[in-house]
């Protein structure tokens, strides 16, 4: 009870309320089981796939790019200006940031690029792949090929990422091997 704020303590009041009781006595352990029952029978069915409309998964999609990559921006600008330091893990997670936020920029391009291509053929339900090895070979589509190859951002991306991960540890545990007087 020490640990919890001053706010919170009203809530811990009723919530012991509710373990003892109405009467004060202490709850069994498995009284509240009936209610849950009550609660899952009586509730309406809830889907985890619902039917939306048309673009609406594609423009959520996309928002999640843009707002990933604004994040990415305003981590690189702010690792980037302040520094907290200027060791190996820093860069690297430097690094990593930069082949993300290329990663994700490939993404939205792709993402257009897929639209602009083959609109008949994506509307009408054929499949894609089997016109894209047979049809017309353009700029565009040389563009989206190039575009498909995301792993050659991702990968290097995770590696700077584990690196600096890596490092941030081996130096937080250096840290408290030293204030620990352990000496190695």
Sequence with gaps: MA??????LLFLEKAQFFRRGLW?????????LPGFVFLLLWSCPAWAVQGHGVAEGPVVHLM???????ALL???YVLHTKPPDTGYSWRSLKLSLLFFLLWDLDHL???WFAGQMYPDIRDSGAR????????????????YYLGRFD?????PALWFFTTALR???EAIATRRQGSSGQGG
């Design 128 to 143: 894609l792949v089997d016109d894209y090895f047979t049809g017309p070979r353009t700029l565009l589509s040389g563009f």
């Design 151 to 155: 792993h050659l951002l991702c990968v």
């Design 64 to 70: 999640a790019h843009l707002l990933l990559g604004v």
């Design 109 to 111: 391009f792709v993402h």
């Design 74 to 76: 305003l981590f690189l």
């Design 167 to 169: 490092d941030f540890c």
């Design 3 to 8: 640990c919890v704020p001053a706010g919170n």
């Design 24 to 32: 004060g006595k202490r709850m069994k352990k498995y009284s509240v």
